[in-house]
């Protein structure tokens, strides 16, 4: 069925109201996208949420554990702190590289999309983007780990859990760990808000979103 909007039923026939629809939904996810990014990019964006916060990687829980028996359970701490800060400073520039990606959605799922669930355009936009995105944020998310000392901290605890006898630091992608937990919580944000502008009239910021959203 073809949603409506304030100037009656859009007609999937007609090239106008086809492109309006995929416009609107370009635009509700670079909106969102916005959002999301300003949300995460905050201090404490990552780590004060419970629900997004990037904990110990699950291969090194036993050396945080050891960690903080031997009294160094600040230096834990900040590990996982630096984490979070990394993923924060990275979001700050996720937002040119979502919209590159949203800007190729097609006008072929935009309908499907439309009539879809709460979070269908973001569940379309993960699924088709999510591997290709990941490669173009990730050299972000290194920099943005070498800026808060990441590397430094991971490598001094390393070095101290590798100086006890017997045992051996596990293998660790760091770097994947925390570009996976930074846009996992990015398309989390990213389908909270879309949810929103589908939902919450207030949300519609534009008039085009209006448009498309208003009468569904």
Known sequence: VAPKTRDGILDTTRPRDVTTVA????????VATGRGVDQLSSVDGFLGDAMLR????EPFEAVASTMRDLGLGDTVDEFETAMNRAAERASAEARPVFWNEIRRLSIADAF????????????????????????????IVQDKMEEVGLYRIYGDLADRYNAIPFVTT?????????????????????????????QDPVARSTELLRRVFGSR
């Open 112 to 139: 499907g999309i439309l009539n879809g669930g709460d979070n269908a355009a973001t569940d379309y936009f993960r699924g088709r983007t999510k591997t290709e995105l990941r490669s173009r944020f990730l050299p």
């Open 170 to 198: 596990p293998a660790l992608d760091l770097d994947a760990h925390v570009a996976d937990g930074a846009l996992n919580g990015l398309f989390s944000v990213l389908g909270k808000e879309e949810a929103r502008i589908r």
């Open 54 to 57: 990037i904990m110990i990687p």
């Open 23 to 30: 416009a609107g939904l370009r635009e509700a996810l670079e």
